[in-house]
């Protein structure tokens, strides 16, 4: 499913049920070894993009784990674009929660399947380097 996610937005056609998708490069946190996922992503101030790091719900995602392993080592793809740099930072406190919430309503499901887990979902800000 992933990989063929990834070939969908080189092809330049990045969505998924309604929701913007990037593909996510990042280095194995313990293999060292290149990852790439397609991720929905979310507008955020400037150039910078929103992720949330559902993994099903019960546990973070492997990717969320790569990414803040190897923070200097990621990357990302747009719809037909070229990979470009990009630092990510996990949202904390009030300035999570401001971004929960235009998340929240750009993707009511997301909140939903947000109800149903123990856990509160990491929000990544992506900004290019």
Known sequence: MNAR???KVRRG???FMGMDVLILNTVGSRSGQPRETPVAWFPDEGDSRLIVASGGGSRN???F???MAHPDRASIELPGEEPRPVTPQQLEGGERERA???IAEAQPRIAKYQSKSDRQYPVVRLTQR
């Open 100 to 102: 929960w919430q235009r």
């Open 13 to 15: 056609r990045g969505s």
């Open 61 to 63: 995602p492997d990717w």
């Open 5 to 7: 996610m990834n070939r």
């Open 65 to 67: 784990d790569n990414l």
